[in-house]
Nanobody
Framework: QVQLVESGGGLVQPGGSLRLSCAASGSILKVDVMGWYRQAPGKQRELVATISSGGRTRYGDSVKGRFSISRDNAKNTVYLQTNSLKPEDTAVYYC??????????????WGQGTLVTVSS
């Protein structure tokens, strides 16, 4: 079994910053891509950012230049630095991990989500 535990969400004023973290634990043989997605009320879940095991990154258009994703492979942890936050960034942010489980089965795991609220 694999668990993803997110932290770092909260209430922040427009223009502020937050750093989200997501730590994976359990029967993980290999981690390929880790990433963040978000879902605002009444909207579909959308890509925020992903990072491969080799460090290749991909960002959603709405966060390019403001958010930065990074990872610590030794700790199976992914981070999301969010800067210049806007009210439209308000959403539940979900961590995702894709890889291989300890017995060789494919792995596609999600965290429970952390709420980010941008408001004055």
């Amino acid at each position: 079994q694999v668990q993803l535990v997110e932290s770092g969400g909260g209430l922040v004023q427009p223009g502020g910053s937050l750093r989200l973290s997501c730590a994976a634990s359990g029967s993980i043989l290999k981690v390929d891509v880790m990433g963040w997605y978000r879902q605002a009320p009444g909207k579909q879940r959308e890509l925020v950012a992903t990072i491969s095991s080799g460090g290749r990154t991909r960002y959603g258009d709405s966060v390019k230049g403001r958010f930065s994703i990074s990872r610590d492979n030794a700790k199976n942890t992914v981070y999301l630095q969010t800067n210049s936050l806007k009210p439209e960034d308000t959403a539940v942010y979900y961590c995702n991990l894709q890889g291989t489980m300890g017995l060789g089965a494919p792995l596609d795991a999600w965290g429970q989500g952390t709420l980010v609220t941008v408001s004055s």
